[in-house]
């Protein structure tokens, strides 16, 4: 079982920055892909990015490429999103989701990951 805890979330305006932490229990951290997904109300839950194993490799939605990186330290089972040139439309509650198969890092399929976060909020103003 893990344990996935996000902070970091906030109101913005246009054009700011935000980090956003997902801090994972266990020992095992090191052997999950993990995403980021976001919701916004009245829309389904839609992939951000996620991050293999090992940081070697990222994946993003084409909305963010460019403006959000995704980063993790497996030393302190902590995954961020780190997000720049925020817009109004990058309003959500962002969730951080772990794959315990660890295998393929750019799934998009929130029914890949095992396990979530209870989210973040993340409001931009125009």
């Known amino acids: 079982q893990v344990q996935l805890v996000e902070s970091g979330g906030g109101l913005v305006q246009a054009g700011g920055s935000l980090r956003l932490s997902c801090a994972a229990s266990g020992r095992t951290f090191g052997s999950y892909v993990m995403g980021w997904f976001r919701q916004a109300p009245g829309k389904e839950r839609e992939f951000v990015a996620s991050i293999s194993r090992s940081a070697g490799n990222t994946a993003y939605t084409d909305s963010v490429k460019g403006r959000f990186t995704i980063s993790r330290d497996n030393a302190k089972n902590t995954v961020y999103l780190q997000m720049n040139t925020l817009k109004p439309e990058d309003t959500a509650v962002y969730y951080c989701?772990?794959?315990?198969?660890?295998?393929?890092?750019?799934?998009?399929?929130?029914?890949?990951?095992?396990?979530w976060g209870q989210g973040t909020q993340v409001t931009v103003s125009s």
């Open positions: 989701a772990a794959d315990p198969d660890g295998v393929y890092y750019g799934s998009r399929s929130p029914s890949r990951y095992d396990y």
